[in-house]
T-cell receptor, first 116, second 112 residues
Framework: DAMVIQNPRYQVTQFGKPVTLSCSQT?????MYWYQQKSSQAPKLLFH???????NEADTPDNFQSRRPNTSFCFLDIRSPGLGDAAMYLC???????????????FGPGTRLTVL | KNQVEQSPQSLIILEGKNCTLQ??????????LRWYKQDTGRGPVSLTI?????NTKSNGRYTATLDADTKQSSLHITASQLSDSASYIC???????????FGAGTTVTVRA
């Protein structure tokens, strides 16, 4: 049973054309994360929500925005995709802070973004 | 400089053999250390979670060890299977909220 669902799995967009990636979860977790992962690299945290509180990583470009309209859904908006934004985008959830070791983090399958 | 270094970058092993992956970190203080398995084109899946007071944690054929004094962790895969072919990522969690430090991963290829 899918717990963290990402749509679409593959997304192709044109240079500069806005794109939205979606993530939904059936776990009722408080925290949702967006990561960017480029080929052969580790995932890079872009931002996360604790409930409705938005937390942006310091080096996340302004080109990336996020929305969390309710507990279950979170969106990643890329306002003007550049060639360098082509990557796998991973959504993840956790019940609470990962500093508590009993909180597992669950990842979705990812959306692979291609920018033409 | 990355605070979490993994080695080797990649390795190839024959099915049925054992292997050990290394993770050295400089993150301090830290709350817990996690190993994830990531299949090609998929999201990471948690294998083990260890706090600084734990020395070893097993999950089936996967055994993680932690030496908080030397800031080293290892992931041992026993009797490897073809399905173990994946990238293995070490992540160190700081006590401060949501500070995650990822290693670059070790790519394991198991051959028949």
């Amino acid at each position: 049973d899918a717990m963290v669902i990402q749509n679409p799995r593959y997304q192709v967009t044109q240079f500069g054309k806005p794109v939205t990636l979606s993530c939904s979860q059936t776990l009722n977790h408080n925290v949702m994360y967006w990561y960017q992962q480029k080929s052969s690299q580790a995932p890079k945290l872009l931002f996360h929500y604790y409930d409705k509180d938005f937390n942006n990583e310091a080096d996340t470009p302004d080109n990336f925005q996020s929305r969390r309209p309710n507990t279950s859904f979170c969106f990643l908006d890329i306002r003007s995709p550049g060639l360098g934004d082509a990557a796998m985008y991973l959504c993840a959830t956790s019940r609470d802070q990962l500093s508590a070791s009993y909180n597992e983090q669950f990842f979705g399958p990812g959306t692979r973004l291609t920018v033409l | 400089k990355n605070q979490v270094e993994q080695s080797p970058q990649s390795l190839i092993i024959l099915e049925g053999k054992n292997c050990t992956l290394q993770c050295n970190y400089t993150v301090s203080p830290f709350s817990n250390l996690r190993w994830y398995k990531q299949d090609t084109g998929r999201g990471p899946v948690s294998l083990t979670i260890m706090t600084f007071s734990e020395n070893t944690k097993s999950n089936g054929r996967y055994t993680a060890t932690l030496d908080a004094d030397t800031k080293q962790s290892s992931l041992h895969i026993t009797a490897s299977q073809l399905s173990d072919s994946a990238s293995y990522i070490c992540v160190v969690i700081s006590p401060s909220d949501y500070k995650l430090s990822f290693g670059a991963g070790t790519t394991v290829t198991v051959r028949a």
